[in-house]
């Protein structure tokens, strides 16, 4: 079941976050706090209870500072930025990440937002997020150092289609 994310669900998202967190940035519970409140799409996947799986995505215009969310302000007028999507370890292969994806694209048609934006560590190398996004339409536009000059990510963008 998809759902918005509640306060209640921090914890488990601060321990997915950091499972996750050779791919994504470090998240304390005061920064998930300040992103919960600046994000216009926070959902969960939830099974019998437990959260397996989340989504944090912002539009142009929020207060948000990410490095990469502000590159993406420099070019575009609109769009839908994924900051992160992580799926418990546990649960991967079981289609949580397409299941948000597929419901994060529908939010994005239903608001008229053109276009979803993201990056993907291309220093060192995610392939399987390459493979997953390019199902969804994602190209690289550009490309940004990140980790303080120790990685490097591919700026991806995917235009919708009605």
Same mark, same amino acid.
């Given at each position: 079941?998809?759902?918005?994310?509640?306060?209640?669900?921090?914890?488990?998202?601060?321990?997915?976050?950091?499972?996750?967190?050779?791919?994504?940035?470090?998240?304390?519970?005061?920064?998930? =706090?300040?992103?919960?409140? %600046?994000?216009?799409?926070?959902?969960?996947v939830s099974n019998d +209870?437990?959260? %397996?799986?989340?989504?944090?995505?912002?539009?142009?215009?929020?207060?948000?500072?990410?490095?990469?969310?502000?590159?993406?302000? =420099?070019?575009?007028?609109?769009?839908?930025?994924?900051?992160?999507?992580?799926?418990? +370890?546990?649960?991967? +292969?079981?289609?949580? $990440?397409? &299941?948000l994806y597929d419901d &994060?694209?529908?939010?994005?048609?239903?608001? $008229?937002?053109?276009?979803?934006?993201? =990056?993907?560590?291309?220093?060192?190398?995610? %392939?399987?997020?390459?493979?997953?996004?390019?199902?969804?339409?994602?190209?690289?536009?550009?490309?940004?150092?990140?980790?303080?000059?120790?990685?490097?990510?591919?700026?991806?963008?995917?235009v919708l289609r009605s």
């Amino acid at each position: 079941m998809i759902r918005d994310a509640t306060p209640a669900d921090f914890e488990t998202i601060l321990a997915l976050n950091l499972e996750s967190e050779h791919f994504l940035s470090p998240m304390s519970r005061e920064v998930l =706090e300040i992103l919960h409140g %600046e994000a216009t799409y926070h959902r969960v996947v939830s099974n019998d +209870g437990k959260v %397996e799986a989340f989504l944090l995505a912002f539009r142009e215009g929020t207060r948000y500072d990410g490095q990469h969310y502000l590159w993406f302000v =420099e070019r575009y007028p609109s769009f839908l930025y994924v900051d992160r999507v992580v799926v418990d +370890g546990t649960a991967q +292969g079981k289609g949580l $990440g397409s &299941l948000l994806y597929d419901d &994060l694209f529908a939010y994005a048609r239903r608001i $008229g937002v053109p276009r979803v934006t993201c =990056e993907i560590d291309v220093e060192p190398p995610n %392939e399987a997020s390459h493979r997953f996004h390019a199902r969804y339409g994602f190209r690289e536009v550009g490309r940004q150092p990140a980790g303080a000059g120790t990685k490097m990510v591919s700026m991806q963008v995917a235009v919708l289609r009605s």
